[in-house]
């Protein structure tokens, strides 16, 4: 009877077998799949499967079937929107921007700052956030329920902290015109390391840290149930460390920011990538994806 099946299929008994053992070893493929996207995903919850398949780098499967898998049991990331206004720009900031044909080929030569925010069962509560622009690394945050330069500071010195000085030669601080930055306390606290202070003409001159805004909150916080600002507080620090640690940048050669700094101390300074700051010109029409460190 069988052999009359496998004859009306036209098809031998050892094909179907093998088919079998083909369709099984891909369902087990795609299990282990499964379990390592569940596993990153518990640290970057909302990490794209382009760059998780970076990260693992399976042997014997490509990028596409990786992704097609992925997609099949139904990791897409949810896209968020941010409505809530965390700028007021003062007209009467004395700073101008600095970055015109700017050239980096260190750390600790350029600081960008921003400020967004996360509702947590009604209230709102402000992050900011403080990113070296060459290693893309988060070296100062604060978080807390107001708006007020003291948080600013907190992060500030907390970034002093990070790279473990309190004095600059060749440093820029770059931010929007909100009035956290161009309070005294927050001022004083730059001009005392010597840290030159530049700011917005247009709010898309400050694309780099605005995305990484965006990434700690869209990519990681939104992805868990917070409850407490404890927790929030708590979840922070874990997602920043994440991302200094476990997000490669397609702009760092993939590397982490934190592996990046360390690949950098390796490399005589002519030898060095460099990264080109726009000129004003050219802001409009910004990427923050296409900024890409070149040798």
Not at 53 to 72: E, Q, T, V
Not at 85 to 102: A, I
Not at 110 to 139: A, G, H, P, Q
Not at 214 to 223: A, E, P
Request: proline share 3%; hydrophobic share 35%.
């Amino acid at each position: 009877m069988k052999k009359d099946l496998f004859k009306l299929c036209n098809i031998s008994r050892q094909a179907h077998h093998q088919a079998l053992i083909r369709k099984q070893k891909w369902v087990d493929i795609e299990y282990l799949i499964v379990g390592l996207i569940l596993q990153t995903r518990e640290v970057h919850p909302g990490m794209g499967l382009r760059v998780i398949y970076d990260i693992l780098k399976p042997n014997g499967l490509g990028r596409d079937a990786f992704i097609s898998i992925g997609f099949s049991y139904g990791f897409r990331l949810v896209t968020f929107k941010n409505p809530i206004r965390t700028t007021f720009s003062s007209p009467y900031s004395r700073y101008k921007n600095l970055l015109v044909d700017k050239k980096l080929d260190d750390i600790n030569q350029l600081w960008t700052s921003d400020i967004t925010y996360y509702n947590l069962s009604e209230t709102f509560y402000y992050i900011v956030l403080i990113m070296d622009v060459y290693s893309r690394k988060i070296i100062g945050y604060s978080v807390a329920d107001n708006m007020r330069a003291d948080n600013n500071c907190q992060a500030l010195e907390m970034a002093f902290k990070t790279r473990k000085q309190y004095q600059f030669t060749n440093l820029i601080h770059h931010s929007d015109r909100g009035g956290q930055y161009i309070s005294d306390n927050y001022t004083t606290m730059l001009t005392r390391a010597g840290i030159k202070i530049s700011m917005c003409n247009e709010v898309h001159e400050n694309a780099h840290i605005e995305r990484v805004n965006g990434t700690i909150k869209n990519q990681y916080l939104r992805h868990w149930n917070i409850t407490k600002f404890e927790e929030l507080e708590n979840r922070l620090k874990r997602t920043i460390d994440a991302y200094n640690n476990g997000k490669p940048h397609s702009s760092l050669l993939k590397m982490t920011p934190d592996s990046f700094e360390q690949y950098i101390k390796e490399l005589e300074v002519e030898k060095r990538p460099k990264l080109s700051i726009w000129t004003t010109n050219e802001t409009k029409n910004i990427n923050p994806n296409q900024c890409i460190i070149q040798f």
